[in-house]
Nanobody, 124 residues
Framework: QVQLVESGGGLVQAGGSLRLSCTAS????????MAWFRQAPGKEREFVAGISWTASNTHYTDSVKGRFTISRDDANNTVYLQMNSLKPEDTAVYYC?????????????????WGQGTLVTVSS
């Protein structure tokens, strides 16, 4: 069974940092672009960051540029999201997703597999 499992969420004060991890099991996503999405209470799920299958390029939504960094470690089947200078508006459930097609790019991830999500709460 293919699974993506997120971890690393929690409660942090504004200005603080967290690193989210997403580990795949059941198959490798080495040939897949990967992305992080988030869903705040009462809002739709939105794209946050993506990384190409080669890790050669990344893409971010404007609100997190310069603060968040996506990376991948294919040897360990893990994708990371380093989040710095967190703001209360970053509060959301963060989801990891794998592109449904192979060899995709960082800005065009169409999720085929989702993780269960991890909650990030930023207090003011």
């Amino acid at each position: 069974q293919v699974q993506l499992v997120e971890s690393g969420g929690g409660l942090v004060q504004a200005g603080g940092s967290l690193r989210l991890s997403c580990t795949a099991s059941g198959r490798t996503f080495r040939n897949s672009a990967m992305a992080w999405f988030r869903q705040a209470p009462g809002k739709e799920r939105e794209f946050v960051a993506g990384i190409s299958w080669t890790a050669s390029n990344t893409h971010y939504t404007d609100s997190v540029k310069g603060r968040f960094t996506i990376s991948r470690d294919d040897a360990n089947n893990t994708v990371y999201l380093q989040m710095n200078s967190l703001k209360p508006e970053d509060t959301a459930v963060y989801y990891c997703a794998a592109d449904r097609q192979a060899f995709g790019d960082s800005y065009s991830v169409q999720p085929g597999v989702w993780g269960q999500g991890t909650l990030v709460t930023v207090s003011s």
